[in-house]
């Protein structure tokens, strides 16, 4: 399992920076500097949640079922969170009507706090040795 969330995390990272870049040279140009905020604001908690995963996958401190669930709850926010912010801040860009997305960012959103609360709710439960 630690494999696994690793290289989740890895992935993660790699395209939070490769999307950043994106955002940072390719889109300067043609989104709004509110548009870009926002997207900077997905790619700035996907880079934080791969780092988290990093983290999960390393430590000792939490069983395996537990990162699994630390890793679904991470993947499925980070993908509403922060893919439904990339989708409504380039959507000026083709004309989409995105907005049926606005209520997932919040859900993804969710889903990432539930990850870290389940780290939490684990290490404090667990017995000092």
Request: glycine share 12%.
């Amino acid at each position: 399992m630690d494999k696994k969330i690793i290289g989740v995390a890895a992935f993660m990272g790699a395209v939070a920076i490769v999307l950043g870049a994106f955002g940072a040279h390719g889109l300067k140009e043609v989104l709004s500097e509110t548009e870009l905020i926002t997207f900077e604001t997905g790619v700035r908690y996907q880079m934080y949640h791969a780092l988290f995963l990093l983290f999960v996958g390393t430590t000792g401190l939490i069983d395996g079922k537990t990162k699994k669930t630390i890793l679904w709850l991470t993947a499925v926010g980070v993908l509403f969170f922060s893919g439904s912010i990339y989708l409504l801040a380039t959507a000026s860009l083709a004309s989409l009507n995105v907005k049926f997305l606005g209520p997932i960012t919040p859900i993804g959103g969710l889903l990432m706090i539930s990850a870290w609360i389940v780290l939490f709710a684990k290490i404090q439960g667990k017995k000092t040795e």
